[in-house]
């Protein structure tokens, strides 16, 4: 049994909790931003659609021989705008994985690097105030995993978005929202007040 | 929003810091911060008009839903729909006062006039200097004749606007195809006949006048 590194191995997680639940936030508050901006994207798609959909030369719009194009270079002018702030929303999606996969990462080595002090009891030993420190450490895995994916699943959409697939692009918004997935972020929220007390000690 | 410059500042800055000068380049000072004065006017009534054109499309494929629906319906429906078309009736003219103030009273009229008042600048010119111009610039850089250009395109682009927009208002209500009604909507959004380089046009008139520091 040794103390001092269950004692340091607790204030990393300590630590990383803490860090989790500030990142949490941000992604939340991000997820947030995103949404009028997909809003728009698939607003915009709706409206180049309707565009090829009508024959301008039967409608009381034909006066205006260039309007087509001209029309369908503003959406596209505008869709690139929307597009172009939803790829800097993703760096900060990403800037905010990777401080959570650092700070999941960084208890596993500090738990590797002590794993020779450390037997099975002061591992899965949990009090009426700590879980265990392997339990933590789970959470804090499965917080670091879940992160990973949903920015993976989230990139692949915005990367499969092509101009010329407006069917694609008119459902993105929907399909943007159902990349959420709730129970993960249940758990997570789970986990917090788990280690509520233990943050507090 | 330029640069969040607003019609006051750009009164007052061009008032106060430009008292020296007088004949042509006053003129043509004056005339860009009107430019720039009109082009806002026009986007607080474009964002005006765009939400009164959506309500209009939003009520017109309404109604059209609504009849395709129950078309053999009781006296009820026709009711409500008689409450539909005053309330349909009131946004088009709504939306012709809009139209209005683009076309005659405050904007692309004001336009043109602000053109012939830049022609009258060039042939005033021509008439002091010959064919060959001025020596010195009035500003910076730029000759009469390209103050005359520039302002031209700006005149263009908005005149050519404000006939789609009059097509736009004149067909609008009696469109029953939804995305015909969506074509209507972004034209009058998105404006496809003033581009991009219209901005940058007025952006370079006001740099080279001294109404934006160089």
Request: with cysteine; glycine share 4%; hydrophobic share 40%.
């Amino acid at each position: 049994m040794s103390k001092p590194g269950v004692a340091s191995l607790h204030e990393a997680l300590q630590k990383s909790f803490q860090g989790l639940e500030n990142n949490q936030k941000i992604w939340t508050s991000l997820l947030a931003e995103c949404v009028p901006l997909l809003e728009s994207l698939g607003n915009l798609a709706e409206q180049s659609k309707a565009l090829s959909n009508v024959q301008l030369s039967i409608t009381p719009l034909r006066v205006f021989p260039d309007l087509e194009d001209r029309l369908r270079f503003k959406l596209q002018e505008a869709m690139d705008t929307v597009l172009v702030k939803l790829n800097e929303k993703m760096s900060s999606f990403q800037s905010v994985r990777d401080a959570i996969t650092n700070h999941v990462s960084g208890v596993v080595q500090l738990y590797e690097q002590l794993t020779d002090s450390l037997d099975l009891n002061c591992v899965t030993e949990r009090s009426a105030t700590a879980p265990s420190i392997a339990d933590m450490m789970e959470w804090l895995q499965d917080a670091g995993r879940h992160y990973q994916r949903q920015f993976m699943k989230r990139k692949l959409l915005l990367q499969t978005l092509r101009p010329d697939d407006l069917t694609l692009m008119e459902s993105a918004p929907g399909r943007w929202k159902s990349l959420a997935s709730q129970s993960a972020e249940d758990n997570i929220t789970d986990a917090f007040f788990k280690v509520s007390f233990f943050m507090e000690s | 929003m330029f640069l969040g410059l607003t019609h006051d500042t750009m009164a007052t800055s061009s008032s106060r810091k430009c008292s020296a000068i007088t004949g042509s380049a006053r003129k043509i000072k004056d005339n860009m911060a009107d430019w720039h004065n009109l082009m806002l006017k026009w986007e607080k009534l474009n964002d005006t008009g765009f939400n009164i054109i959506t309500n209009i499309s939003n009520m017109r494929l309404m109604s059209c839903f609504s009849s395709q629906s129950s078309q053999s319906s009781s006296s009820s429906s026709s009711l409500a729909s008689a409450d539909t078309a005053a309330d349909l009736q009131d946004q088009c003219s709504k939306l012709r006062e809009i139209v209005d103030k683009m076309v005659t009273v405050a904007i692309v009229k004001k336009m043109e006039r602000l053109m012939t008042s830049q022609r009258g600048l060039q042939d005033l010119e021509d008439f002091q200097f010959g064919p060959e111009g001025r020596k010195v610039p009035l500003f910076h850089t730029w000759s009469t004749q390209q103050f005359v250009a520039s302002s031209d395109i700006l005149c263009e682009a908005f005149q050519q606007e404000v006939k789609l927009k009059q097509v736009v208002l004149q067909e609008v209500a009696h469109s029953t195809n939804s995305d015909l009604c969506t074509v209507y909507l972004s034209c009058w959004l998105h404006q496809p006949f003033i581009p991009a380089h219209v901005r940058q046009t007025l952006e370079a008139l006001l740099l080279e006048t001294g109404h934006r520091p160089l």
